[in-house]
């Protein structure tokens, strides 16, 4: 069970419809079917659309763009940090799979979410996330516990430091790059692909950097989207949109974000990945 589970299900009650809806066989085996149909039911209620469903169009896709803002234009140019690998894709594509994957070569360094890009500096992005979002956070963290061999709480300490400094994320990505020696730096932050502007500060801000665009099925990466609630964080700016709804809308637009920005890059460093697999013959 993921620790994040006890932040978004902290009643008994919320926590019985998490346990059901990522472990039904043990729920069922403990506690028979009877219970099990009853937490399945709740967990039907949990996630029905809050709203009436809606096709995606063409309208829609506009209606959803202008909710994003766009990012502020950087300060000044200053030199671009040594080449970096930016893994592309929407929530819930299996890149969470493939950055665990690379991070067991010697020859790169894959991190959780750095959620880095869309900011100019550490203060800002600290601003940016509320308490509710503040795991978001929590991957630069896991990355100094690494490269500097820290535990969790000196590791926060050093961030938290960063912070009040307000570091650039710029001079934060050197700062890890330099740390980890000849290791390449895979960042994975799906949420990159939301932000058109975040995907060209890759290349303004990285030396030729690679580009893997992870493409999953849409039908298996919105039934996944559902299923994780990915729906009470992911996507933090107000919208009238279902569940269901947004997951589609976050898929279509993030691929033809990727799409329009990888048309812009030489064919030599944008390799594509595919994740095929049960799930995906939904």
Do not use: C
């Amino acid at each position: 069970v993921h620790v994040r589970s006890i932040f978004f299900a902290p009643t008994i009650g919320d926590l019985a419809v998490s346990l059901h809806e990522y472990f039904p066989e043990v729920i069922a085996a403990r506690f028979g079917d009877e219970r099990q149909s009853s937490l399945k039911q709740k967990l039907a209620a949990e996630l029905a659309p809050e709203t009436e469903e809606q096709p995606v169009t063409t309208a829609t896709i506009a209606e959803f763009r202008a909710l994003v803002p766009p990012l502020a234009p950087r300060a000044a140019p200053a030199p671009k940090n040594r080449r970096a690998v930016f893994l592309l894709s929407p929530p819930r594509s299996g890149s969470t799979l493939l950055r665990v994957m690379l991070a067991g070569h010697p020859g790169l360094f894959a991190p959780p979410e750095l959620e880095l890009l869309a900011f100019d500096t550490l203060g800002e992005r600290r601003q940016s996330f509320s308490a509710d979002y503040a795991t978001v956070l929590e991957g630069t963290i896991r990355a100094l516990m690494e490269i500097r061999d820290l535990d969790a709480d000196a590791a926060t300490a050093l961030m938290e430091q960063y912070e009040r400094q307000d570091l650039s994320t710029r001079d934060f990505y050197r700062l890890m790059q330099d740390a980890i020696g000849g290791r390449l730096l895979v960042d994975k932050t799906p949420t990159y692909a939301i932000y058109p502007d975040a995907l060209r500060r890759a290349e303004e801000e990285f030396d030729e950097p690679r580009y893997i665009h992870l493409v999953r099925h849409p039908y298996a990466t919105i039934y996944s989207f559902v299923e994780a609630r990915l729906h009470e964080y992911f996507f933090r700016h107000p919208h009238p949109y279902s569940i269901r709804t947004l997951a589609e809308l976050i898929w279509t637009v993030s691929h033809a974000n990727i799409g329009a920005f990888l048309r812009e890059i030489p064919a030599d460093r944008q390799p594509h990945a595919r994740r095929a697999g049960a799930a995906d013959r939904l």
